[in-house]
C-alpha cells in the first residue's frame, strides 16, 4: 500500500517524505544503510564509542551530542596515554558516526578539533608503533617442521600457515575462504577472495597459490590433507577444533588465525610478542624481495594498489640493511 507520509531514511539520521514511497521501499532503504560500513568496523566503532561515553561519565560531561571541547580534550588525553593516531582516528570516525546517524551536528568537524588532531599528529607521530615481524620463508619452514601433520590440528594449522604465507592473503581473508572458494588445478589452487579491506564492495579477487617444490612445506598439498581431514561438508575452509581432535563446520575469525600463528611460531623457538596475523603476509613480500622477485608481481599478489605502501613498509627495509655505510666501518 502505498501512503505520501511514508518516511525514508536517505542516509543514517535523515528522514525525507515523498508521495509514491512504500513501506517496502523504505525497509529496502534502510538495509542498503545498513551496509553502508562492514560488520567489523561497526563492531570497531561500537567499541571506540563505548570507551567515549564511559569517559565522559567519569568526567560529568555529555557525550551524545557531545560538545566539540569534550572531544578534544578526550582525544588529548587518550593521547597522553599512549594511543596511536591511528586508534585516535578510530576514535574520531565512531563519535563522528554515532552523531552523523541521529542526524545530529558532527563535532569532528569543528575546527578546533580539527586544530587537535594535527597538532596531535605532531606530537605522536603517525608511524605504527608495533609493527608485526615478517615471517621469511626459513622461519615457516621451520614452524611448520615442528607441526605433526598426523593430527587434524596438525593439519589445519600447518594448511593455514604454508597457504597464509604462499597467498599473502589477510587474516580476515584467510578466515573467510570457504570451499566454495578453492578451485585446485593443474599446477596449483586458484582462492576467490570475495572480499577484503581493497574490496569493500566485495567484487572479488582472485589469488594463485603454485605447488610447492618440496613436500614438506607445499602449500596446495598441505591444503589438499587438510580438506580431506575437515571434509566436504559446505562451509569455511578453516575451522574451529573440538578436544582431542576432532574437526567442526564452526568458523575461526581473524583473531583465531592470529592466534594459531604466534602459538606456532614460538613453538618453534621464534619470539612471539611481535608475531601477529599480518606476519605470513609481510613475509611473503619480504621474502620475495629478497628473492630477487619483480615489484609488480609482488604486489599483484598482495593485491597492493599503491605500490609506495608496498616498497615503505617491505622493500627500503630490505635496501636498508643492504646498502648501509655501517658495512664500511670495520667493526
Known amino acids: 500500500m502505498t501512503t ?3 518516511r525514508v ?5 535523515q528522514r525525507f517524505s515523498l508521495p509514491g514511497i512504500t513501506a517496502a521501499d523504505a525497509a529496502r532503504v534502510v538495509a542498503a544503510i545498513a551496509a553502508e560500513r562492514a560488520p567489523s568496523t561497526l563492531i570497531l566503532y561500537a567499541s571506540a564509542w563505548r570507551m567515549f561515553t564511559k569517559w565522559c561519565a567519569t568526567r560529568g560531561l555529555v557525550a ?3 560538545d566539540p571541547a569534550t572531544v578534544c580534550a578526550y582525544l588529548a588525553e587518550r593521547a597522553e596515554q599512549g594511543l596511536s593516531i591511528g586508534t585516535i582516528n578510530v576514535a574520531c570516525a565512531a563519535i563522528g558516526y554515532e552523531h552523523q546517524r541521529a542526524g545530529l551536528p558532527d563535532p569532528i568537524t569543528d575546527a578546533m578539533v580539527g586544530r587537535v588532531r594535527r597538532g596531535l599528529r605532531r606530537i605522536v607521530g603517525v608511524a605504527p608503533r608495533r609493527q608485526a615481524r615478517p615471517l621469511v620463508g626459513e622461519e615457516v619452514r621451520q614452524i611448520v617442521a615442528r607441526i605433526d601433520p598426523g593430527t587434524a590440528a596438525g593439519a589445519r594449522d600447518r594448511a593455514l600457515i604454508l597457504i597464509g604465507f604462499a597467498s599473502a592473503l589477510r587474516r580476515s581473508e584467510l578466515a573467510a575462504l570457504t570451499l566454495a572458494d578453492v578451485e585446485f588445478r593443474l599446477g596449483g589452487v586458484v582462492l576467490t577472495v570475495r572480499r577484503s579491506k581493497a574490496d569493500q564492495d566485495g567484487e572479488g579477487q582472485i589469488v594463485a597459490v603454485a605447488a610447492g617444490e618440496h613436500t614438506s ?15 566436504t561438508r ?11 581432535d576432532h574437526t567442526t563446520t564452526d568458523p575461526i ?15 618453534a623457538g621464534i619470539p612471539g610478542e611481535r608475531v601477529t596475523g599480518h606476519s605470513l603476509r609481510a613475509g611473503h613480500a619480504t621474502t620475495a624481495a629478497l628473492a630477487g622477485a619483480p615489484l609488480d608481481r609482488i604486489a599483484a599478489q598482495t593485491r597492493h594498489r599503491d605500490v609506495s605502501t608496498l616498497v615503505e613498509h617491505y622493500i627500503r627495509p630490505i635496501d636498508a640493511l643492504a646498502n648501509t655505510s655501517s658495512r664500511a666501518l670495520g667493526l
Open 9 to 13: 531514511p536517505t542516509q543514517p539520521g
Open 64 to 66: 551524545f551530542p557531545a
Open 4 to 6: 505520501s507520509l511514508t
Open 234 to 244: 559446505p562451509g569455511r575452509v578453516f575451522t574451529r577444533m573440538r578436544y582431542p
Open 217 to 231: 612445506t607445499d602449500p596446495v598439498a598441505a591444503l589438499r590433507t587438510w580438506i580431506a581431514a575437515r571434509g
Open 253 to 267: 575469525g581473524g583473531h583465531t588465525v592470529a592466534r594459531i600463528i604466534r602459538t606456532r611460531a614460538e613453538a
